[in-house]
């Protein structure tokens, strides 16, 4: 974790700087990427909140994603990445939107990707989407690595 907090203390200082904000919608990290961001002490300023979108329900309750947007769109890939991030964004009225979705383990999941395969986009004034491979089936490690990869997306496109 420590790790984590790092990029998310360097996230919080350009923040706080421009005066921005974000929100976060997390899937397969389970809440570590607000986790991180939040152990900053003055979260409060640039920190809006977000959610775990793990299942079909809360996204359709939870970021109001009904099942007809998803036509064409699978729900571990990047369009769907950028969907999240964008929509966490919108309905929380964040300056950024951040999103993670994946597979983190010990197997793959229904569409075919491979346990440590994930998905992360940034929302905002610059947008941004990456695939991550660990190569791995160790659920714990691929958490904090997905974690990790999206903070660093994040903290990329704020430079």
């Known amino acids: 974790m420590n790790e984590l907090v790092s990029i998310a203390e360097k996230i919080a200082a350009k923040l706080i700087e421009r005066k921005q904000t974000i929100a976060v919608a997390e899937s397969s990290t389970g809440g ?14 640039y920190f809006i909140g977000g959610g775990v979108i793990y299942t079909r ?9 009904p099942n007809e947007a998803m036509k064409g769109i699978r729900s571990a890939s990047e369009p769907y990445a950028k969907l999240l991030a964008s929509q966490i964004r919108a309905r929380l ?3 950024w939107g951040l ?10 999941n229904r569409y075919g990707d491979a346990a440590g395969h994930s998905y992360m986009a940034v929302a905002g004034p610059v947008e941004a989407v990456i695939t ?14 997905f ?3 999206a903070l660093n997306l994040l903290l990329e496109n704020l430079r």
């Open 147 to 149: 974690a990790k990869a």
């Open 93 to 95: 009225a964040a300056d």
């Open 57 to 65: 329900d809360a996204r359709r309750v939870l970021m109001d994603i």
């Open 99 to 108: 999103s993670e979705t994946g597979a983190t383990g010990p197997t793959g």
């Open 132 to 145: 991550l491979e660990t190569a791995s089936c160790d659920r714990q490690a691929n958490m904090q690595a």
């Open 32 to 45: 570590l990427i607000s986790a991180a961001l939040l152990t900053v002490p003055g979260a409060s300023a």
